[in-house]
């Protein structure tokens, strides 16, 4: 799996990861975010052409604000709402590069990051089978919007092992 991923400001990340570290009150031990949003997984078998479509659409693209406007809670497949996020707004800048990068490869893109369904976020907490509801209610009440820049995109390949999820920068573009 390689992902396509929008990268935010390291002052951006911190305070995400500040908001994160509310959970610890509820027992879920602190944790980095990784200050991304991805744009696209690709699950496809030519990881190359992949690349080369996307280096064709961010050719000259340049650095874009993102602005986090809101935590929500998700249900996760299952149903029970596990999955804290921040969300940005679906401005237009981060909307083109993901409609752009869709529209390339639709038949290789997992069902989350395909046009018609990606959600823009950045990950806060993910516990499988936990109503994170309390939690996620604490995180909005410490959360003010805020602007950040993304000034890059980076193809994150990952694996898994027992559960377990490793990553590795596949290729980092710089945008204008």
């Known amino acids: 799996m390689l992902c396509a991923i929008a990268i935010i400001d390291p002052a951006a990340a911190a305070r995400l990861t500040e908001l994160r ?16 949003i991805t744009l696209a997984t690709y699950i496809g078998a030519d990881e190359a052409g ?16 993102v602005c986090y406007h809101a935590v929500e809670v998700w249900a996760s497949e299952s149903g029970t709402k596990s999955l804290i ?10 909307v083109s590069i993901q409609r752009e990068i869709a529209r390339a490869c639709p038949a290789g893109l997992n069902k989350w990051t395909r046009e018609d369904t990606w959600k823009p976020h950045t990950s806060l907490l993910y516990v499988p089978g936990a109503d ?21 995109i980076e193809f ?12 590795e920068t ?4 710089l945008l204008e």
């Open 170 to 173: 596949a290729e980092t573009i």
């Open 132 to 152: 994170l509801s309390p939690v996620a209610e604490a995180m909005r009440q410490a959360f003010e919007p805020f602007v950040t820049q993304v000034d890059r």
């Open 50 to 65: 992949f690349i080369s479509s996307c280096k064709a659409i961010l050719s000259g693209r340049p650095k874009f604000p």
């Open 21 to 36: 570290r509310i959970a610890e009150r509820s027992g879920v031990p602190p944790r980095d975010v990784h200050g991304h």
């Open 85 to 94: 996020v921040a969300a940005p707004r679906k401005d237009p800048a981060i």
């Open 156 to 167: 994150s390949r990952v694996y898994e092992n027992q559960g377990k999820f490793s990553y």
